[in-house]
């Protein structure tokens, strides 16, 4: 009996209320936990410096951030680029050069936030200093233009449409930079392209599905694809103009420093051999006839199917139609000795 009443007795002491008393402070619970300990801090020999880092480290360090993993970061990175590049002057200790390095891989980025933050930034660029940098950019751009995604692709034309604006002139006449996007931008709008015939191929021809035309999301890429067109070949086949020869000219050619970059470039003295897609078009007559050779077949062919389809894609094909009569009306097929005819010549003195 006694264990039993000592038991009832425990359990009333749950449920009974303490009684406070004036001037006695509360019992304290049996699962107090005493948080009135101090913690230390530690101090960085970094954090006692005065002098905050300079513009030019700030400036290198968010560069190195454009390499992030993260989404956010290569944003707001670049976007940090951008607003040193717009103040009055423009501030890049880097120099354009180095900064077009870290930035160009930046073009098939997943993310959408970059690609149009880095838009943004080509657009700050000088453009005397961009024009050293074609063939690079060109390829990155290239890239862009054939990704398998399709917003991806459409970022490529904003692109294209900056380098276009920025040295549109000195793109056409670069080495690699004639053939090569023409290439890409037939493979795009899905237009048949004559190719070096091969073995697996007798007629010499190829075509590749263009995925963009009727669908319902990416429609508009059609239309754009043959506006890029049109500006491009418009700058490929834009009469140079005519200056009137004098005698000063052949000395000023001899001692004055070419305006051209690479000017010597053709002459592949330090470089391996091109093939006819990386070849340099320098003159208006050279890109005339690469292009009647190759794409001209299929673009006219392209365009007519395009008028047919009325609407936006209409309106571009008439635009792409324009710019091919203006740039192709005064050219004219050279006759080719073929190889096969290099025997007709035996005999003549040379």
């Known amino acids: 009996m006694g264990s039993s009443d000592r038991k009832k007795k425990e359990k009333k002491k749950d449920f009974q209320k303490p009684k406070l008393k004036v001037g006695k402070s509360k019992p304290k619970a049996s699962n107090f936990t005493d948080t009135s300990f101090k913690a230390k801090s530690i101090v960085l020999q970094q954090q006692l410096s005065e002098t905050a880092p300079d513009v030019v480290e700030r400036f290198k360090h968010q560069l190195s951030l454009t390499s992030s993993r993260t989404d956010t970061q290569r944003r707001d990175a670049l976007s940090y680029l951008t607003g040193q590049l717009s103040t009055n002057p423009p501030t890049n200790p880097v120099g354009t050069s180095t900064l077009l390095q870290k930035v160009l891989p930046l073009m098939p980025d997943a993310s959408k936030s970059v690609r149009s933050q880095l838009l943004k930034l080509l657009q700050h660029l000088p453009a005397d200093e961009v024009r050293p940098h074609l063939q690079k950019a060109m390829l990155y751009i290239r890239g862009a233009m054939t990704h398998l995604s399709q917003d991806v692709k459409d970022d490529g034309l904003n692109y294209m449409?900056?380098?276009l604006e920025v040295a549109g002139e000195d793109l056409v006449a670069s080495p690699g930079c004639w053939v090569k996007p023409l290439k890409d931008l037939m493979s795009v709008l899905g237009w048949t392209v004559q190719t070096a015939p091969s073995q697996a191929t007798k007629g010499g021809w190829t075509s590749a599905p263009r995925t963009t035309f009727g669908s319902k999301k990416f429609g508009h890429s059609f239309p754009r694809q043959m506006m890029v067109l049109a500006k491009f070949l418009e700058l490929g086949f834009k009469p140079e103009p005519l200056n009137p020869w004098t005698p000063n000219d052949w000395v000023s050619g001899i001692s004055?420093?070419?305006r051209t970059p690479d000017p010597f470039g053709y002459l592949g003295l330090f470089k391996p051999p091109r093939d006819e897609d990386g070849e340099i078009y320098r003159n208006r007559e050279d890109r005339q006839e690469i292009f009647a050779r190759r794409f001209m077949d299929a673009?006219?062919?392209?365009?007519?199917?395009?008028?047919?389809?009325?609407?936006?894609?209409?309106?571009?094909?008439?635009v792409l139609d324009q710019a091919l009569r203006d740039g192709m009306s005064?050219?004219?097929?050279?006759?080719?000795?073929?190889?096969d005819e290099e025997g007709m010549w035996t005999g003549y003195i040379m």
């Open 299 to 318: 673009v006219e062919a392209g365009v007519e199917m395009a008028k047919k389809e009325g609407g936006a894609a209409g309106r571009a094909a008439a």
């Open 330 to 339: 005064d050219y004219e097929r050279a006759l080719r000795v073929d190889d």
């Open 256 to 258: 004055t420093v070419p």
């Open 161 to 163: 449409e900056w380098i």
